[in-house]
């Protein structure tokens, strides 16, 4: 499985944006997709997890409500709808896959260590 990531920028504060990630391989659309940043000086933390349906997601508390995440299995693509940015949400995000959860998220989604491939990075930058 390979994934790439896409849709970083510089926005402003209370901007929206899309990040896409697009995977290949015969098991991307079974897998479990979550995404993850970082920001400079700091670990990479969970945003949030799909699972291959689309039927279970689960989000960082500091997300809740902001960021929605979405797939559409046909494009082998997931999405990260982010809204109301803050400065806060500045980082590098990245998107990764389960591909060992069959219908769930996984057993510790928010933990770097439950996914097996990982994209490279997109920048989101905003400004206040």
């Known amino acids: 499985v390979q994934l790439q990531a896409s849709g970083g920028g510089l926005v402003q504060a209370g901007d929206s944006l899309r990040l896409s990630c697009v995977g290949s391989g015969p098991t991307f659309s079974w897998a479990a997709v979550g995404w993850f940043r970082q920001a400079p000086g700091k670990e990479r933390e969970f945003v949030a997890v799909?699972?291959?349906?689309?039927?279970?997601?689960q989000y960082a508390d500091s997300v809740k409500g902001r960021f929605r995440t979405s797939r559409d299995n046909a494009k082998n693509t997931v999405y990260l709808e982010m809204k109301n940015l803050r400065p806060e949400d500045t980082a590098i995000y990245y998107c990764?896959?389960?591909?060992?959860?069959?219908?769930?998220?996984?057993?510790?989604?928010?933990?770097?260590?439950?996914?097996?491939?990982w994209g490279q990075g997109t920048q989101v930058t905003v400004s206040s």
């Open positions: 799909l699972s291959w349906s689309g039927a279970i997601t």
């Open positions: 990764a896959a389960n591909v060992n959860t069959k219908q769930g998220v996984g057993e510790n989604p928010s933990a770097r260590d439950d996914y097996d491939y």
